[in-house]
C-alpha cells in the first residue's frame, strides 16, 4: 500500500520517491556527492559532533544543540526521521532550513545525480542537502546523528571530531546483527583514530566491544558514570543520562562553552516525541523497540504512579513488537489498534491479532479494538482528570498525532 503525500513541492516529491531505492550501507555514495558539490574543502576544518546508538541519539544531539546556541554558538544539526515535515531533519542555529533554499539545494542535487548509474539514496541525498545548507550558512559545530548502524552509514563518511556511543541494544537486527557484539561492532564503525568517544551507560556485551574497538584506534574513551543533575528540557530519568553523555561531549568539543551556558542549554532543550506533553490530554513518545518501551514505562510509572494508560498504539514491521506489548501491557488499561501511514506499518487487525495470541493472557484486564484510523482511535480514547492518552509504538504515528493535535495539516508521509 502506498501513503502518497499530498501538495508536496516537486523538489520534495522528487527526494521523496528516492525512497524506492531503498536503505543501502556504504560511504561511497555519500563520498562522491560531497566531492561533486565541492564541499570537501569546505568542511575541512569543521568540529563534528557524532552520534550513534540505539536509543537517545535524537536527545543527545538535542541537548547538545541546545549548549552550543546558549553559548551563542550556531550548530548545524541533522537527524532522523522529521516528525511532521521535512525540514525538521536540517537546522541551523536551531531554525529549520528555509522552504526556499531547500528547494534550491534539491534543484541542484536532482540535476547532479540524473545520469548517475549509482543513484543516492534518500538518506544519502538528505545528508548532502544538509552538509550544502551547513557549509553555505557557516554552520559550526556540525552535529550529525546516524541514521543505522555506524560504520557504513552515510554520516560516517566526514571525520567526527568526538563520537559519543549512546545505549546499544537490539533493533534493525536484519541490517546490523543479532547479537548486541555485532551491533556494537557497527555502532564502534564511527569511533576515529585518536578522537575521543563518549560512551553512555551499555550492557557489558556491548561495552567490552566498543572499548576494544577504542583501544585498536588508540581513541580515549570519557564513560558517562554518573547522570546529570543540572535542570532538564526533556522528561525522564533516562534523560539524565543523555544529558550526561552530551555535556561530556560538548566539553570535549569546544571547551570554550561555559558552565552557565552547559545549564541553560541543558534546561532549555526541547525534542518533540520523548514523552512529550502535549495539553493536558496528550504523551506522546516514539519507543519502537523493546529498549525504548521499557523506558517509557518507568517514565510513565514516574510521573504517573499507578494510574493506568489509555494507550493509541501503532508500529512497523520488523521490530519485536510483542515484546514492546509486555512491556506496555502493565501500564495500559486499554489499548486502541491503529495502522501507520508507511508501506512497512502493521495493519490495527495484525496488531489485535498479536497481542490476543502472544499477550492477552497476561494482561486479562486490557481492553483493545482496532480503529479503521488515528481520529477514530482519538475519539475513543478521551483523556479524564489528571491522566493523558498515551500515544505510543513508533516515531511515525507520533508525527501524525502531532500534526493532528497541533492542528498543522502538514504532516509528511515518509518511509525513512
Request: hydrophobic fraction near 45%; include cysteine; aromatic fraction near 6%.
Amino acid at each position: 500500500m502506498a501513503f502518497p503525500n499530498q501538495a508536496l513541492s516537486p523538489e520534495l516529491t522528487w527526494l521523496y520517491g528516492t525512497q524506492m531505492f531503498g536503505m543501502k550501507l556504504g560511504l561511497e555514495n555519500t563520498q562522491r556527492l560531497i566531492k561533486a558539490l565541492g564541499l570537501e574543502e569546505r568542511l575541512e576544518g569543521k568540529r563534528i559532533l557524532h552520534i550513534a546508538g540505539t536509543n537517545g541519539k535524537g536527545s543527545v544531539c538535542a541537548f547538545a544543540d541546545a549548549m552550543l546556541r546558549a553559548a551563542g554558538k550556531s550548530p548545524g544539526l541533522f537527524t532522523s526521521p522529521h516528525l511532521v515535515t521535512f525540514r525538521e531533519r536540517i537546522r541551523v542555529g536551531g531554525q529549520l532550513i528555509p522552504t526556499r533554499r531547500l528547494h534550491q539545494i534539491i534543484r541542484k542535487l536532482r540535476d547532479l545525480v540524473s545520469d548517475w548509474e549509482l543513484h543516492p539514496t534518500f538518506f544519502e541525498l538528505t545528508l548532502a542537502v544538509a552538509l550544502q545548507h551547513f557549509v553555505d550558512t557557516g554552520a559550526d559545530p556540525i552535529i550529525l546523528e546516524t541514521g543505522m548502524g555506524g560504520r557504513y552509514d552515510a554520516t560516517n563518511a566526514l571525520d567526527g571530531t568526538v563520537s559519543v556511543i549512546t545505549p546499544v541494544s537490539f533493533d534493525h537486527e536484519a541490517w546490523l546483527g543479532d547479537t548486541l557484539a555485532k551491533i556494537a561492532g557497527e555502532k564502534a564503525g564511527i569511533i576515529k583514530s585518536g578522537r575521543p568517544v563518549v560512551l553512555a551507560p551499555q550492557d557489558p556485551e556491548a561495552r567490552e566491544v566498543l572499548l576494544a574497538a577504542a583501544r585498536a584506534l588508540n581513541a580515549p574513551v570519557h564513560e558517562v558514570t554518573k547522570p546529570c543533575e543540572d535542570a532538564l528540557g526533556l522528561a525522564g530519568r533516562h534523560q539524565r543520562w543523555n544529558a550526561a553523555a552530551a555535556v561530556t561531549a560538548v566539553r570535549l568539543l569546544d571547551p570554550s562553552v561555559s558552565e552557565s551556558s552547559i545549564r541553560e542549554g541543558l534546561a532549555a532543550a526541547r525534542w518533540h516525541g520523548r514523552f512529550q506533553r502535549v495539553g493536558t490530554l496528550h504523551v506522546l513518545d516514539g519507543a519502537h523497540n523493546p529498549a525504548g518501551m521499557e523506558t517509557l514505562v518507568t517514565t510513565w510509572r514516574d510521573y504517573f504512579g499507578d494510574a493506568r494508560a489509555r494507550v493509541i498504539f501503532g508500529a512497523v514491521r520488523g521490530k519485536d513488537t510483542a515484546a514492546m506489548l509486555r512491556l506496555l501491557g502493565g501500564i495500559a488499561s486499554s489499548i486502541r489498534w491503529v495502522g501507520i501511514s508507511s508501506q512497512r506499518g502493521l495493519l490495527a487487525t495484525e496488531l489485535e491479532t498479536l497481542w490476543r495470541t502472544k499477550v492477552a493472557s497476561a494482561f486479562p484486564g486490557v481492553e483493545t479494538a482496532t480503529c479503521v484510523s488515528l481520529g477514530e482511535a482519538l475519539r475513543i480514547s478521551p483523556a479524564t482528570g489528571h491522566v493523558p492518552t498515551l500515544i505510543c509504538g513508533s516515531l511515525y504515528l507520533v508525527g501524525a498525532a502531532l500534526d493532528r493535535l497541533e492542528g498543522r495539516r502538514a504532516f509528511e508521509v515518509s518511509e525513512q
